[in-house]
């Protein structure tokens, strides 16, 4: 089955800063690529999502790129703010069961200092 | 307002008592599925379902059961809970035709 690995597990920035989560994941034929965060005491909550036939994608302050080659893809946080402080999770999924195969990282504790 | 519930938020209880905990959604959503999250092995799917009487294992299945007989409720149903069980425990739901799965806020389950 799909293994999904993150790094770092913990990563503190100052306001301002960019933060970079990386993961790797082992079944090429996975294509899909979620990014979820979990702020303290609530449930995950997607944030952005990327698909295999696109290397980049943005959403305003964050974005996601994708390698296929070397199976890995990267969240990216640019200018952090406080509130971007949570527990955030990669995830991938095989074609035609992502709903239903998503299997996540283990998780990267951001923490922004001001 | 849209959302996915589950109750209780927190329960302590004792080895082989069962206990069930309820999930319910309100956004007519055919897929629902359960996961345990650990510290430092993120999150991990135990079953999921793809509509009313459709369920299937996900990866860490051994000890839960589930049942989907409405498609609002998805009850994640522990018949002899034990130490290892100690977790939290999320709900989601996935409209059809998309990929995006809406969490609940979680179970807090302490098994003694």
């Known amino acids: 089955g799909e293994n999904v690995e993150q790094h770092p597990s913990t990563l503190s920035v100052q306001e301002g800063d960019s933060a970079v989560i990386k993961c790797t994941y082992s079944?090429?034929?996975?294509?899909?690529f979620p990014w979820y965060k979990q702020e303290l005491g609530k449930g995950p909550q997607l944030i952005i999502d990327?698909?295999?036939?696109?290397g980049e994608k943005k959403d305003q302050r964050i974005a996601v790129t994708l390698n296929k080659t070397a199976k890995h893809f990267s969240l990216h946080i640019t200018e952090t703010q406080p509130e971007d402080s949570a527990v955030y999770f990669c995830?991938?999924?095989?074609?035609?069961?992502?709903?239903?195969?998503?299997?996540f990282g283990t998780g990267t504790r951001l923490q922004v200092t001001l | 307002e849209a959302q996915v519930t589950q109750n209780p938020r927190y329960l302590i209880t004792v080895t082989g008592k069962k206990l069930t905990v309820t999930c319910s959604q309100n956004?007519?959503?055919?897929?629902m599925s359960w996961y345990r999250q650990d510290p430092g092995l993120g999150l991990r799917q135990i079953y999921y379902?793809?509509?009313?009487?459709?369920?299937d294992k996900g990866d860490v299945p051994e000890g839960y059961k589930v049942s989907r007989k409405e498609k609002r409720n998805f009850p994640l149903i522990l018949e002899s809970p034990s130490p290892n069980q100690t977790s939290l425990y999320f709900c989601?739901?996935?409209?059809?035709?998309?990929?995006?799965?809406?969490f609940g806020p979680g179970t807090r389950l302490t098994v003694l």
């Open positions: 989601a739901s996935t409209p059809t035709g998309t990929d995006t799965q809406y």
């Open positions: 079944d090429s034929a996975s294509n899909y």
């Open positions: 990327i698909r295999s036939n696109v």
């Open positions: 995830a991938a999924s095989p074609p035609g069961g992502t709903a239903s195969k998503l299997t």
């Open positions: 956004m007519n959503h055919e897929y």
């Open positions: 379902s793809m509509n009313v009487e459709v369920t």
